[in-house]
């Protein structure tokens, strides 16, 4: 992560305070890149939903058989569907994972509705810290694509003055040549850079707004499923829920009523604290226009 604050601040100042002759570009990048570093950091910090690890079972113990849960999801045809849910249990931190939960070799740790680990941040994305890599994924795009194009431009507006004042002297270099020597290369390296680097976060940023509009994980997107099961019901309901940190049920028992079905089948109901809805949402998740209780299969 600090590689990353470094790389990120380091651009920037050569950007800004050596570079670039474009006052407008300049005031981008860096607001830019004060706000990438910042996500950054509260990204790589933060919690990305790390479930505690428990005590190991006592040897005579018995096995931790699958853990079945009960899910609601919304149907193209716009009805609520009943769906089963394996809780698989996880033999390294001695707990059943949480809904769409996923144990992290880097970390050492199952997540919550983990996404991905991203190396760039130094932990895993997911589902405390996503909002936090959504917005640094997106600062990033609009603060590389401003230097990419504004640095082109300073470029060529360098070289034109160049050769302008080039034109008298006999043997002088062309304007190109003298604008990249006035800069030891470093205005074309930062091009450079910013369009590698411009594509790959444009790229990102994309795939993640797709991901979000579904409430896909990029584990899901990757799964073949005969239709969306994550689905609140509509693309706006789905970007509510993610982006709102009100995705209650992937943080592991938090919705209101869940059924947990046992191997032997045997039905028990648990609810969840209040206080832990209210500690992750203080606003009520919108209804999905629609869908009635009748609905429910």
């Known amino acids: 992560m600090l ?40 990204c790589g910090l933060s919690d990305p939903g790390i479930k505690p690890r428990a005590e190991p079972p006592s040897p005579d113990s018995s096995q931790h058989g699958p853990l079945w849960r009960e899910r609601i999801y919304v149907g193209k045809d716009g009805t609520r569907h009943r769906m089963r849910v394996e809780m698989k249990w996880c033999y390294s931190c001695n707990i059943y994972r949480p809904y769409r939960g996923v144990h992290c070799r880097f970390c050492d740790a199952c997540v919550a509705r983990r996404d991905h680990h991203c190396p760039w941040t130094g932990t895993c994305i997911g589902a405390r810290n996503y909002r936090s890599y959504f917005a640094l994924v997106w600062i990033l795009t609009i603060m590389l694509l401003t230097a990419f194009i504004c640095g082109i431009q300073s470029l060529v507006q360098r070289s034109i003055r160049f050769g302008d004042a080039n034109a008298a002297v006999d043997n002088a270099p062309s304007g190109f ?13 930062l091009i450079l850079v910013s369009f590698v680097f411009g594509f790959l976060s444009a790229s990102l940023a994309v795939h993640h707004s797709y991901l ?65 809805r209210d500690a992750l949402c203080g606003d009520e998740v919108p209804s999905v226009e629609g869908v009635t209780a009748a609905g429910v299969n």
């Open 3 to 42: 590689m990353s604050v470094a790389l990120i601040a380091v651009g920037a100042l050569l950007f800004v305070f050596y570079t670039n002759e474009i006052m407008a570009a300049r005031v981008i990048v860096g607001v830019s890149a004060v706000a990438a570093i910042v996500s950054l950091l509260l």
């Open 177 to 189: 040549t003298s604008a990249l020597l006035d800069t030891y290369g470093i205005e074309l390296a």
């Open 212 to 276: 979000i509009t579904q409430n896909f994980t990029s584990g899901d997107a990757m799964k073949e499923l005969p239709e969306n099961i994550f689905t609140y019901g509509s693309v706006m309901a789905n970007i509510w829920v993610v982006l709102t940190g009100c995705n209650e049920e992937e943080m592991d028992g938090i919705q209101a009523e869940v059924l947990v079905i046992e191997d032997n089948d045997e039905l028990s109901r648990s609810a969840s604290a209040p206080v832990e």
